[in-house]
């Protein structure tokens, strides 16, 4: 327990109406309210609020409760910034969603970015770009 709010870290996410599932770094808990919490690099990528965006989709589904913003801490400048979850956002992670399950229905990955999104990618290692699309052998 936190100042006036419960506060779990790595918590496991799922929605079986959007066929989710995932973990958020953090979720803050207030009178029963769930608050996602993301930690990245920057945190100033669309991705990064459709991220959140999906995580809160998840909560509502879990909570059956309204889940109105989240915070995305931006590690390089040690800062918290408030994502509000607007019906703008909600759309362009429902658009992501149905893309990734269309994608996962045809069984076929998109080609990878192999641009300035690679440098601060968790999945670098393994996806190596460079070399999946011939431009560095
Ligand atoms: S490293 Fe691979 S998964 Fe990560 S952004 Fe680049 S292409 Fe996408």
């Given at each position: 327990m936190e100042d006036g709010y419960e506060l779990y870290r790595s918590m496991e996410l799922w929605s079986d109406e959007l066929r989710l599932h995932g973990y958020a770094d953090a979720v803050e808990l207030h009178s029963g309210v769930p608050v996602p919490i993301e930690h990245k690099r920057?945190?100033?990528h669309d991705a990064d609020r459709q991220q959140l965006c999906a995580q809160a989709l998840c909560l509502e589904e879990m909570y059956e409760a309204s889940v109105d913003h989240g915070y995305l801490v931006d590690r390089t400048r040690h800062r918290r910034v408030r994502v509000s979850f607007d019906g703008k956002l909600r759309a362009r992670t429902l658009q992501t969603i149905a893309e990734l399950h269309a994608m996962l229905a045809e069984a076929v990955l998109p080609p990878?970015?192999?641009?300035?999104?690679?440098?601060?990618?968790?999945?670098i290692h393994s996806c190596l770009p460079q070399l999946t699309t011939g431009t560095k052998r």
């Amino acid at each position: 327990m936190e100042d006036g709010y419960e506060l779990y870290r790595s918590m496991e996410l799922w929605s079986d109406e959007l066929r989710l599932h995932g973990y958020a770094d953090a979720v803050e808990l207030h009178s029963g309210v769930p608050v996602p919490i993301e930690h990245k690099r920057t945190g100033r990528h669309d991705a990064d609020r459709q991220q959140l965006c999906a995580q809160a989709l998840c909560l509502e589904e879990m909570y059956e409760a309204s889940v109105d913003h989240g915070y995305l801490v931006d590690r390089t400048r040690h800062r918290r910034v408030r994502v509000s979850f607007d019906g703008k956002l909600r759309a362009r992670t429902l658009q992501t969603i149905a893309e990734l399950h269309a994608m996962l229905a045809e069984a076929v990955l998109p080609p990878p970015a192999t641009d300035a999104r690679c440098r601060n990618c968790s999945l670098i290692h393994s996806c190596l770009p460079q070399l999946t699309t011939g431009t560095k052998r």
